[in-house]
């Protein structure tokens, strides 16, 4: 699953414990003897549609080790973070022999869609790409290397004004997107607590409400949404 387009985001320290899936699995040295120990079997989650996902295809002809997991485990549902030094490929199936679909550089922030699926020994989750529409299957790791981490959020969530380039996080369930200013405006969809938008132009008074014009980090949803309803506040600012 590889993955790059979004531009690096700012995190924290990133992790060189690892080598990076972007390049070809590397081979065990000359000298080195594989492990004789028998692997633990890792049973293969059932995929979600009919894709040719999941299964362990076993080891490569180089010997490969299954990926060893994070300590904090990935939740779909939850975002994750690039910790890779040079990357991750985002690829269009959880395989080694997958397409790459995009590479996505240290930093990027993907929104877990489904998994894990186990393939070529590796653990693969389907993600979505935080800023672009971009879907596909990023390995979790390889060997004793984590592509992704947990991304906690953490930055606060502060109540002042939005302005046009904030980026501000829904603080209630089903907030409605709509294509205009206007409680009679077209629904397009509703937003679940959690997700993060940024501000594109706003306040536009309407209906006794104050909207703002956002477009959602995930999926690139653009739309108008109010700032708070019957005194209670709908989305606040990330500083």
């Known amino acids: 699953m590889g993955l790059a387009i979004a531009p690096a985001l700012a995190c924290g320290t990133i992790s060189t414990r690892f080598p990076i899936e972007s390049a ?3 081979s065990s040295p000359t000298n080195t003897p594989l492990p004789t120990s028998t692997p633990i079997v890792i049973p293969t989650p059932a995929p979600s ?44 199936g959880a395989s080694l022999e997958a397409a790459e679909v995009a590479q996505l550089p240290a930093s990027s922030l993907v929104l877990v ?12 989750w389907r993600v979505e790409v935080v800023g672009n529409s971009h879907t596909g299957f990023v390995a979790e790791g390889w060997q004793d290397a984590v592509y992704l981490e947990v991304a906690g959020h953490e930055q606060a969530l502060v109540d ?3 302005r046009a380039g904030d980026t501000v996080e829904v603080v209630i369930q089903n907030l409605r997107l709509r294509q205009g200013p206007s409680v009679s405006a077209t629904l397009i969809t509703t937003l679940a607590l959690g997700t993060r938008m940024t501000v594109q132009q706003g306040p536009q008074a309407a209906d006794g409400y104050q909207w703002y014009e956002v477009r ?3 999926g690139n949803l653009t739309g108008w949404a109010v700032v708070a309803a019957d005194n209670v506040t709908t989305y606040k600012v990330v500083e």
């Open 160 to 162: 002042r004004a939005p």
């Open 113 to 124: 869609v489904d998994g894990p699926f186990v393939a070529d020994g590796i653990y693969w």
């Open 49 to 92: 549609d009919s894709g040719g996902l999941g299964g362990s295809t076993g080891p490569e002809e180089q010997g490969i080790e299954r990926t060893q997991r994070s300590q904090v485990p990935l939740v779909v549902g939850e975002r994750a973070r690039v910790i890779a030094r040079d990357g991750v490929r985002l690829r269009s």
């Open 216 to 218: 959602t980090e995930v």
């Open 24 to 26: 070809a699995p590397p």
